[in-house]
């Protein structure tokens, strides 16, 4: 199954991206930007502070050393926090951030590299995602205030309402649902 969600979700970044489909991008200034390069690091050090945005220019890194295996790990959790992050919006078009930061990764990486990433993850896709589970578990929920989504919506044109989050928002209830939902964790 996950590794269909996978295929799906990489042939979805390269298809239906902005710059094939001839649509105009509009900007706002902190849309989609990273506050920091966490550098090529594996799974367990990817700490709560690091954005979908950051991690992309930690993939980046490990995509420079040829580093698949740290690769694959940051682009899960990459993945996850996206989910988890689209939920937590309260601009539901804030969500397709997760989908044009994928995109522009596989742009710059280019098909060799996600096949190699796949490559890897279909060796033994089930441990993968049981460590994978295991680690994001342990760390826990995000705690960065996602930016990079929020100016990413359509209410970063038309007005943010307060903070750009959904109140009452229930973040250790949602990371539990994204783990048990999107990644079928045993919670």
Known sequence: MHRLLFKFLIIFAFFCTPSLA???QYSIEGNLEPKTNPGCVTMSEVVTSLTPADLVLGILECFKNN???KALDMFWVMKLRGFFDAKRVNDISAGAAIGMLQAELFRITG???LVEMQ?????DSTKFFN???TTMK????PDYYPEYMILHGMN???????????PDFKIDV???KVLKTDLDCRI
């Not at 490559?119 to 060796?123: E, I, M």
């Open 138 to 141: 342990a760390l826990g929920p």
């Open 156 to 166: 970063a044109f038309l007005g943010i309402e307060g903070d750009g989050l959904k």
């Open 67 to 69: 580093d698949v295996t």
């Open 119 to 123: 490559n890897l993850l279909d060796q």
């Open 131 to 133: 460590r994978l589970c």
């Open 174 to 176: 949602e990371w539990n």
């Open 111 to 113: 098909e060799d590299f």
């Open 22 to 24: 001839g649509i105009t």
